[in-house]
């Protein structure tokens, strides 16, 4: 006699019964989820407070609308598009002087040489500062491709534009970042 | 402040995007000419490695939402969530029972995962015609292994005592509708 926990389940399975209301099915979702979307909205918003109501209000719209998405293989895409575009309407809501700078917080990623460690913090937290000079469109594809690894397609879509548009965004997202990182070269 | 591709043109006519290109190209030893000889070249791509260095540090950060957000979460669907779809339990009139759709639709989908290589998925359940018994559609993912011989007979049996036995209506009918297969 075999019972799977919900954690143990693959995507699929879980949206199909989350869509046929089964909470424990949906909860192991956003377990599973609460993660990434978390830190997206993190380096979207850079406020852990707004990251965490946009997060929030992110996995509650699509219980919601769970009935409306078609193919219960493309959760995820659907997730990342919805988180991507609460962000871009929570900055669009601010007043414009009001973008609010970064929250320092620690990047807790090991690494086995402390002295490097310091250096590659450092321009990590470079990098974090350097990615509120992008446009919100921007920093979202350039977020959404190069740490989240999502594909152009999807990106085009959830912004609602073109491949080549979202190529070029996030080359010169890429330009502009390399020139903050010059003086660690 | 708009920018255009012009502002990322190196002097030497290249422009960033194709030294990013080529920085793979680079890096495994294959290097042009124009790649080895070109200052402006060799600093974007001392910037770009740079870049590439935080970027992998970003991608495998770990910050954590706070530990509460789950269940702040949980508690705003709950609430959203209103009860529907519900059905009679058989009772001693005049009192009055009912039961939801979906506690029997949980009930239905814990049997038939304890059948080795099946995964339960949606499960729809409606009255029949008598007020003690229910209709299901049941749709399930399978194990691509394949399934052991008498494994459907296996759920429709463990679902139908399971109905029976832990709700106390009986299940009139039951399709299983196969959905998927699965591969972990």
Not at chain 2, 93 to 107: F, K, L, W, Y
Request: hydrophobic residues 40%; glycine residues 4%; proline residues 3%.
């Amino acid at each position: 006699m075999v019972t799977q926990t919900e954690a143990d389940l693959d995507d699929a399975t879980l949206v199909a019964r989350s869509r046929d209301g089964d909470m424990q099915s949906y909860e192991a979702l956003v377990r599973r989820y609460q993660g990434p979307m978390y830190r997206l909205a993190l380096r979207m918003l850079g406020s852990t407070s707004d990251a965490e109501d946009a997060v929030q209000e992110v996995f509650l719209t699509v219980w919601r609308r769970l009935a409306q998405l078609q193919e219960d293989r493309a959760f995820v895409g659907w997730l990342y598009r919805t988180t991507t575009n609460r962000c871009l309407n929570v900055i669009r809501a601010r007043r414009p002087q009001a973008d609010v700078e970064l929250d320092e917080h620690e990047s807790t990623s090991t690494r086995t040489r402390p002295d490097h460690a310091a250096e590659v913090s450092e321009q990590m937290t470079a990098l974090g500062q350097a990615l509120t000079g992008l446009t919100p469109e921007q920093r979202a594809c350039w977020l959404l491709r190069e740490v989240h690894g999502r594909s152009y397609d999807e990106i085009a879509q959830t912004l609602g534009t073109t491949t080549q548009a979202v190529r070029g965004r996030i080359s010169r997202a890429r330009a502009q970042l390399a020139e903050v990182m010059a003086p660690w070269r | 402040m708009a920018m255009n591709d012009a502002d990322y043109m190196l002097p030497c006519g290249r422009d960033v995007e194709t030294v990013w290109d080529r920085l793979t190209i680079v890096d495994a030893g294959n290097a042009d000419e124009h790649d080895r000889s070109c200052p402006h070249c060799r600093a974007v791509r001392e910037s770009l490695r740079a870049l590439r260095a935080a970027v992998d540090e970003l991608a495998s950060e770990t910050v954590e939402p706070p530990a509460d957000l789950v269940g702040r979460i949980m508690s705003a669907v709950r609430a959203d969530s209103r009860r529907r779809d519900m059905l009679p339990l058989p009772s001693q009139d005049p009192n009055e029972a009912r039961i939801s759709a979906q506690a029997i639709a949980s009930v239905l989908r814990f049997a038939a995962d304890t059948v080795e290589g099946v995964r339960a998925r949606r499960c729809k359940v409606r009255q029949s015609d008598s007020a003690d018994s229910v209709e299901v559609e049941l749709s399930i993912a399978v194990s691509y292994r394949g399934l052991t011989a008498g494994a459907y007979d296996l759920v429709r049996e463990r679902v139908t005592s399971a109905v029976s036995a832990r709700i106390g209506v009986r299940l009139s009918r039951l399709d299983i509708v196969v959905a998927d297969v699965f591969d972990t």
